[in-house]
């Protein structure tokens, strides 16, 4: 692998990308700030939230894909406010009807308000009843091994474990988990939710995590283009490391300078 790891690209359902940063649009000051941080992060997918975005639902209101064409980016509809399947699959095949045909959804079950956690139960069905209606799915879960094994068992083209409540901004709370998953799985894992700064998305891919897709840490930053390229710059260097590999943690130290042949 060469230092610029031109050859080493993130593929999900067949399609293939550059970025491993995948980017939410919520939080924004404007529309205006919306387009520039996400130029900033080079991102090349963008999840939009459709039961509070406009992506076509509403002519008298500012379409957001009017600042992040489809032509440019891969968007990625989500199901952000669901609480149950049938909601959640609803959603989803309105983003399809409103996007031409587009079948890359993310989908998540929430359980309830206060922690944004999955419902895991109701998240495997509307994955199941998704990808029988052809949807691509991507897939909010929690950071539980066995459930993302089911979800991948379904049929998911991508795994997507958070690594600390939604908008919480606490980074990766459970690495050995996420460690896990990512050794267990053939499709792609992305953290998704919880990462709040720069470092918490290396870790993420210094786990060997395929890539992570946030929103609040850079909407929510004081300059969010800022953070924006902070973050680029942070899974860029998590992925090297990943592939570099790690030296062993040793608990005593070793010279760093060879002891033998000391000169007196
Ligand atoms: C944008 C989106 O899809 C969120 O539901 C996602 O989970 C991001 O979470 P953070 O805002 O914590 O990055």
Redesign the pocket.
């Known amino acids: 692998m060469s230092s610029s790891s031109s050859t080493d690209s993130l593929v999900i359902a067949g399609r293939t990308y550059r970025s491993r940063l995948l ?5 924004y000051k404007d529309m205006d700030e919306t387009a520039r941080a996400i130029d900033a992060s080079g991102a090349e997918i963008v ?1 939009i ?1 459709v039961r509070r975005t406009n992506i076509g639902q509403n002519n008298d209101e500012p379409n957001i894909l009017d600042v992040l064409p489809p032509e440019r980016y891969t968007i990625l509809p ?1 199901t ?1 406010g669901c609480y149950d399947v049938d909601t959640a699959v609803r959603t989803c095949r309105l983003a399809r009807e409103l996007l031409d045909g587009h079948n890359l959804v ?1 989908l ?1 079950v929430l359980g309830d308000e206060k922690t ?1 956690f999955p419902d895991v139960m109701a998240t495997l069905k509307a994955a199941e009843i998704l990808v029988k209606d052809d949807f691509q799915v991507m897939v ?1 879960t929690n950071d539980d091994p066995i459930v993302a094994r089911e979800l991948e068992a379904l049929g998911c083209v991508a795994v ?1 474990p ?8 606490l980074g990766i709370r459970n690495p050995l988990n996420i460690r896990t998953i990512v050794e267990n799985a053939k499709v792609p894992i992305l953290v ?4 709040g700064t720069a470092s918490d998305a290396a870790v993420a891919m210094e786990l060997g995590c395929d890539g992570v ?7 929510a930053a004081k300059n969010p283009v800022l953070m924006a390229s902070a973050m680029r710059k942070a899974i860029e260097a998590g992925r090297e490391a990943f592939l570099a590999g790690r030296m062993p943690a040793k608990r005593f130290a070793s010279a760093s300078s060879p002891i033998e042949g000391l000169f007196f």
Do not use: F, H
């Open positions: 980017v939410g649009t919520g939080k999840t939230a989500n952000a993310k998540e944004l909010y997507m958070l690594a600390a409540p939604i908008g919480s901004g998704d939710a919880g990462v897709l946030m929103n609040t840490a850079i909407a």
